[in-house]
């Protein structure tokens, strides 16, 4: 399978702890997207990379979370800290480098349960 | 800022009857419009787009009409199948920004 790949696909943690979420892209694909999706709403950006450099952030992403692309191949979200407000599905995106056509790769998510 | 709205779910066909999913949206500038398509246990995936005013989306016999005038992105079907029992996620895209999604609308659709 050459789609985008995720990992774990759920994980359940107590409030406070810290998690970590991989995201492995596509070959080729330079950009690389984090959207988080709770119930019933659409996914909401959280912040992309070109290659390695972080391009964008959303105020959504609090300081409790941070996102690296060390090498411009596969990311990590790590959310420090956890709340209970932090229980949603984690997504991953990619698309071809230079392209901002809106055509993303999804990947199937990373679903978190903070108890 | 930018916003798309989609008519609320679950939306319960009968196999072969026809679809529309409602979608709006409010944008600075002159956005680029998409439907992604999430079946179950599946990442999202495109379904079509459009880029500009009165251009057509089409894919898998749905399709999509960019009114600039109504602001408006219906997608539509003519028959449908069990098999296109999914969420639907209408969104946008301006410029250098990143896609706004609306919330989705689940369909179902029996036999």
């Known amino acids: 399978d050459t789609g985008v790949s995720q990992d774990p696909r759920h994980k359940i943690t107590k409030r406070g702890q810290n998690v970590t979420f991989r995201c492995d892209p596509i070959?080729?694909?330079?950009?690389l997207y984090w959207y988080r999706q709770t119930l019933g709403q659409g996914p909401e950006f959280l912040t992309y990379?070109?290659?390695?450099?972080?391009?964008?952030k959303s105020r959504l992403l609090s300081d409790r979370f941070s996102a690296e692309r060390p090498k411009g191949s596969f990311s990590t979200l790590e959310i420090q800290r956890t709340e209970q407000g932090d229980s949603a599905m984690y997504l991953c995106?990619?698309?071809?480098?230079?392209?901002?056509?809106?055509?993303?790769?999804f990947g199937e998510g990373s679903r978190l349960t903070v108890l | 800022g930018d916003s798309v709205t989609q008519m609320e779910g679950p939306v319960t066909l009968s196999e072969e009857a026809c679809l529309t999913i409602n979608c709006t949206y409010t944008a600075t500038g002159y956005p680029s419009l998409f439907w992604y398509v999430q079946y179950p246990g599946e990442g999202l995936q495109l379904l079509l787009k459009a880029t500009k005013a009165d251009d057509k989306g089409s894919n898998k016999g749905f399709e999509a009409t960019y009114r600039k005038e109504t602001t408006s992105f219906h997608l539509e079907k003519g028959s449908v199948q069990v098999s296109d029992s999914a969420v639907y996620f209408c969104?946008?895209?301006?410029?250098?920004?990143?896609?706004?999604f609306g919330k989705g609308t689940m369909l179902l659709v029996s036999p």
């Open positions: 995106a990619t698309t071809p480098s230079g392209s901002n056509t809106g055509e993303l790769f």
């Open positions: 070959s080729e694909h330079n950009r």
């Open positions: 990379f070109q290659n390695e450099a972080q391009l964008e």
């Open positions: 969104a946008l895209l301006t410029g250098y920004s990143t896609l706004t």
